[in-house]
């Protein structure tokens, strides 16, 4: 037995990876008090609403519906925050490290938009806060980037990194393949709404954040991407430094051509080095379906680094959900307390070493897939093409689908060749501007 004879952890939030963390802690407390040389007790356990039926049965007394007494209890070693969002999360953080508390959280919001500056604080207090759930569920991710990739100049991070939005899309993408194969039989496939259906799914599964608006809108992967590429390129990545979209005005016109076209469609989080500066993005894009990040389905998320040293490194593993989540961070605690029992040991502060721009995506230089509604004349496919022709963009195939006869239109799938997007975007808008056109339905970039 070490220094200490017990550690205490506080939990603030009990609600999926709360209750997650606090069922490991209390399940597997032999086999941890081994590994740590001290057995980890949950102390208290702070929650908005005690009337809430829990996942797990604490000890009686360790709920509270006062975070007062998480932090102000000394036998409390470390904090797990596990409520999500700015505030109050960031003030309960502070009050952790003012009372001489280490800090576990999951919360990737925080850390993506103040990490540096909680980080400085608890290291001027000799303390410790440790996120690696922030990012990718039970996929270690943040340790890597810590420490094993350390030797690397990383020049690329390409990820799926939410778990919500990936379940969504790849319901999407086998229910329009399902639909197509019932139609090729003559058989009318049942309409059913796959976006809804797949989202209230990823909802009772544990999957989305408490407001999904966050995950469907691409602000949880950002976040998410913010925090590697902050690590792997040792500067500071705002998640207001992202360009974002997410995945809410995908079709499934847009899944079909994608299939027919040999793509899959996935919300890419892509930060890499280029031209001096860093671009990153997060948005639905085409991806080749023979690449490794396409074959990343469901809840699962993939991500692909790129060391000088290492080459391609691949992660992969379950992005979301209590248990892949409370692994990641009751391997946290394990680490604090491990030292706490061991003696305090020095801990590299991470910090962002260098001022690295990022830059405006208008620098980009990929490849487009379009989908247009145009009237169904003749000469319309010639207007578009001049269009693409006068801002240097140009067309690498061409489409003509489904003419919808009642309404006199027709879409126009278009694929580019390389191109700028600050080119393709003025082009964008001159098309849409043509009388003949009724609208650029869908604009993603080819990723690959
Ligand atoms: P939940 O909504 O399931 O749980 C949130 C918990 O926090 C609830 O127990 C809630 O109490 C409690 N809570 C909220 N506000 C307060 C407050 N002011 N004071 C005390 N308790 C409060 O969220 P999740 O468990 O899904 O997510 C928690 C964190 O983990 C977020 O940062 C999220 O981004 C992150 N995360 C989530 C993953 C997932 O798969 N769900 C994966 C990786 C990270 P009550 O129960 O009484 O409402
Ligand atoms: N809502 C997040 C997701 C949880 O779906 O990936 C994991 O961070």
Redesign the pocket.
Known sequence: MGAKEEIGVGL????????GVANALLERRDYFARQVGAPLVVRRA?????S?PRSVELPAGVLT?D?RQVLEDPAIDIVVE????EE??GGFIRAALAAGKHVV?????LIAKAGPELLADAHARGLDILFE??VG?GIPLIAPLRRDLLANRIDSIRAIIN?TTNYILTSMAREGAAAEALSSQGIEPPARGGYHEALAAAQDL?????DPTNDVEGF?AAYKLAIMASLGFRTRVRPSDIAIEGITKLTPQDFRYASELGYVIKLLAIAERRGGGILARVAPAFLPQSEPLAKVDGVYNGVQINGDLTGTVLFMGR????EP?SSAVVADLLDLAHSLVAGARERKYWGPEGDTPVLGLEQLETRYYLRVTVSDSPGVLAQIARALGDHGVSIAAVNQKEADAGARTAELVIMTHRAREGAMRAACAEIAALPVVQAVSSFLRVEG
Request: glycine share 26%.
């Open positions: 603030i939030g009990l609600g999926v990876v709360g209750g702070a929650v908005r609403d005690l809430k519906n975070v596990v409520i999500g969002g109050p999360a959280t999951a919360n990737k919001e759930a922030s569920g778990g544990g999957y989305a954040e408490p949880d992005g979301a959900g209590a989540t």
